[in-house]
């Protein structure tokens, strides 16, 4: 396969047909007579080991460069604020459906923390949401954005946006055609059982920590949960769940991971539900053998509901 790393640096260092000669002329003066017997091969030799010096110097140089140290912890620099048209804030790429973490928070990112910039945020959804709500690159938030792969993660679960001299990281919560993501896939594009540390049980709200999941069982709790498959809902049971929550039944489940920043998503133990991104999966029955004493007895105030 052509390298043109290669490529480009053997044109760089390649001594043009007069000096080649000359250095041809040099060496085979200075040879023994029997050197010279195979000075026809030289005229090929020569050009070949210049080619595998200069070779060893694309590969071999690198090594030598002082390491790249991790990326560490992402701070946020700027809560987010509510938006005044009440539309959350979200966009879409590549065929899925973003929100932005902590509604809108920014956040202190490196330029080597950004990858490739794959787009600009072209489409205002506040503007036009029949026409733009399932738009590639339309948005109700940072509108002129542009997005970039964050480096150390799947674009398919984190990107980041810089608009105005601010970074943002969105966060894919479902497909642009609402049919939902494969929760096994999708935890394997996050990599969460290798990033998140630890796991607090919350309140629904998210203001209060209920309990927090030892370290010995994150993995395993992780483990579980990405067992669970998509929920068809019937209307008696999207009125259950609502009825969990204004009960206390719901609760938050806050994954911290390894960059400082989290992954959220609901459980209602007593329905064996989970709520990742915008759809709603059924825990498998392991849950409930392995974790459910973990929900007994936590109480919080309860949901206020329209």
Not at 154 to 174: H, K, L, N, T
Not at 250 to 255: D, M
């Amino acid at each position: 396969m052509r390298d043109d790393r290669f490529v480009s640096a053997y044109e760089r260092v390649r001594p043009d047909e007069e000096t080649r000669e000359r250095m041809l002329a040099h060496v085979l003066s200075h040879r023994s007579p029997a050197a010279r017997k195979a000075g026809h091969r030289f005229r090929w030799v020569m050009p070949a080991a210049c080619a595998a010096a200069v070779l060893l110097c694309v590969v071999a140089v690198p090594q030598f460069r002082p390491a790249v140290e991790p990326s560490g912890v992402i701070q946020q620099v700027m809560p987010g604020a509510d938006s005044s048209n009440g539309m959350r804030k979200f966009m879409n790429y590549d065929g899925l459906r973003y929100v932005f973490l902590e509604n809108g928070a920014s956040y202190d990112l490196s330029p080597r923390q950004l990858s490739e910039a794959v787009g600009t945020l072209a489409y205002d959804i506040v503007q036009d949401p029949e026409t733009y709500g399932s738009a590639e690159f339309a948005a109700t938030f940072a509108v002129g954005g542009t997005i970039y792969e964050l480096d150390g993660y799947d674009p398919e679960f984190r990107v980041a946006v810089e608009a105005e001299g601010c970074y943002y990281i969105c966060q894919s919560v479902d497909t642009i055609d609402n049919t939902g993501l494969d929760l096994a896939t999708y935890f394997e594009k996050a990599d969460l059982e290798a990033r998140v540390e630890t796991i607090q049980i919350c309140d629904h709200a998210g203001g209060e920590s209920l309990a927090q999941v030892s370290d010995g069982e994150v993995e395993a709790l992780l483990s579980v949960i990405v067992g669970s498959l998509q929920a068809e809902l019937t209307n008696e049971q999207y009125q259950q769940i609502g009825k969990a929550q204004k009960a206390g039944g719901s609760f938050l489940l806050c994954c911290n991971m390894n960059d400082g920043t989290a992954y959220q998503m609901y459980v209602i133990p007593s329905l064996s539900i989970v709520m990742a991104g915008d759809s709603v999966y059924t825990l498998p029955d392991a849950f409930a053998e392995q974790f459910g004493a973990l929900f007994d007895g936590l109480e919080q105030q309860p949901v206020p509901m329209g």
